[in-house]
């Protein structure tokens, strides 16, 4: 068994922030491969189901994002899932909005999600980075990552970088990172200008 972890804060006053992008990310999955209702589990809400023909459990912790290895380490422990095959879907400051990457382990980075999970369970889980911009300065980080995505990103961005996360959802469950981050941009890829009779005129001597 896979286990998929979107990081986020639980309740509908953080449903649609930026940190929450974890959580959108694994709904989003959860829609795309028709997994069953979501269960509480272990300080966690818990669905499970099937993807590119291997069983997936996925979880979004409600113990706050500060103490998410409190209901991640658990049930991976319980389930004898090795840290290798969780798989951590989180916002990223570091990356453009948008823009997605994929690592095993390393530090936490000042995301205290992270940092819970390496506390609690591991650090060497596989690492989703989904990219969330910066605003700038650190001192603004927290209002940032807190504060709901404009409906401009929704529509621009966000929504069509989780669909592709979900569409590419068997590469990542089946191990192959490199072939998941190739679907999701080119996926995600703006359109192309158009060429020949619908193309700009262009002026003429």
């Known amino acids: 068994m896979r286990l998929i972890v979107g990081l986020g804060n639980p309740g509908t006053d953080y449903a649609r922030n930026r940190h929450n992008i ?8 959860a829609r795309r491969h028709g997994f069953s209702v979501w269960k509480v589990r272990n300080q966690g809400l818990a669905a499970e189901g099937t993807i590119g023909g291997e069983r997936v459990m996925l979880l979004k912790p409600q113990t706050y ?14 389930f004898k899932i090795p840290p290798g095959e969780v798989i951590v879907f ?10 997605l ?16 999970l390496a506390e609690q369970f591991s650090a060497d889980t596989v690492r989703v980075r989904m990219g969330i911009g910066h605003p700038g300065d650190k001192d603004r980080v927290q209002g940032y990552v807190l504060s709901d995505f404009a409906k401009a990103e929704q529509t621009s961005w966000l929504e069509p970088l989780l669909d592709a996360a979900a569409d ?8 192959d990172a490199s072939g998941f981050m190739t679907r999701v941009a080119l996926l995600t890829r703006p359109p192309k200008p158009k060429k020949g009779a619908d193309a700009a005129p262009t002026a003429e001597s």
Not at 90 to 99: M, T, V
């Open 65 to 78: 994002m500060n103490k998410s290895g409190a209901c991640v380490g658990p049930t991976a422990r319980f």
């Open 168 to 175: 590419a959802a068997p590469m990542l469950v089946a191990g």
């Open 101 to 116: 990457r994929v690592k095993t382990g390393g530090g936490a980075a000042g995301h205290n999600g992270l940092r819970s």
């Open 90 to 99: 989180h916002d990223e400051l570091d990356l453009a909005p948008g823009k």
């Open 22 to 29: 974890g959580f959108m990310a694994v709904d989003a999955i």
